[in-house]
């Protein structure tokens, strides 16, 4: 069984800090995302790695995929209390085509103004 | 543009009670339909997928029961709801083959 694991669980932090969220597996994923979801809602993507080594970029959040396409991060710069929210990292099997994501537990993020 | 609507957002539901969560996609044809349930700030536990009408893999042992009686319907059913069936309840769907997944907004069900 595939596994992902994000720590930390919870972090709480002032405004203007920064922050690195990691997810690790021992299984490799042919991609990996991020979803950012706030209270009673659904989540929503943030971005799709799928290369080795890959870095992108969104405003003040960089993700990086690990070179063996085992883990990832997302690091935020200057977070603001509109950070704020339950961030999720997911993988793809690379041997499923059904699209199916295994989703590490999350890591509830609390940005203080 | 697609969209995925979920109702109803939420439901309050006796214990022994029928449960029917609908979830409908605009937009697209064909796609992997899913059902996650999430515990409280926590991750998604992958409860079915579809791949195509009546295809509906199960993940885990429930009390649950998925049904895809069109292309862009998927519905999540329980003819006995238990209390550790509270929770909540995600619809998404998923381009064939692809990576990314596009979520409901969510049912929040409370089983008293």
């Known amino acids: 069984t595939q596994l992902l694991e994000q720590s930390p669980q919870f972090l709480s932090i002032q405004e203007g800090e920064n922050l690195t969220v990691y997810c690790n597996s021992s299984?490799?994923?042919?991609?990996l995302q991020w979803y950012r979801q706030e209270p009673g809602e659904g989540p929503v993507l943030l971005v799709t790695?799928?290369?080795?080594?890959e870095v992108k970029k969104l405003k003040r959040l960089t993700f990086q995929f690990g070179d063996a396409r085992k883990d990832s991060s997302l690091h935020i710069t200057a977070a603001q209390p509109g950070d704020t929210g339950l961030y999720l990292c997911?993988?793809?099997?690379?041997?499923?085509?059904?699209?199916?994501?295994?989703f590490g537990q999350g890591t509830t993020l609390q940005v203080k103004p | 543009s697609q969209t995925i609507h979920q109702w109803p957002a939420t439901l309050v539901q006796p214990v022994g009670s029928p449960l029917s969560l609908e979830c409908t996609v605009e937009?697209?044809?064909?796609?992997?339909l899913y059902w996650y349930r999430q515990a409280a700030g926590r991750g998604l536990q992958l409860l079915f997928y579809?791949?195509?009408?009546?295809?509906i893999s199960s993940e885990v042992p429930q009390n649950l029961s998925a049904s895809r009686p069109q292309d862009r319907q998927f519905i999540l059913s329980s003819k006995k709801l238990l209390l550790s069936d509270s929770g909540f309840y995600l619809c998404?769907?998923?381009?064939?083959?692809?990576?990314?997944?596009?979520f409901g907004q969510g049912t929040r069900l409370t089983v008293v």
């Open positions: 299984s490799v994923f042919s991609s």
């Open positions: 997911a993988g793809k099997n690379g041997s499923s085509n059904t699209g199916k994501l295994i």
């Open positions: 998404a769907w998923s381009v064939q083959s692809y990576t990314e997944a596009f």
């Open positions: 579809s791949i195509g009408i009546d295809q």
């Open positions: 790695v799928v290369t080795g080594g």
């Open positions: 937009g697209t044809s064909n796609p992997n």
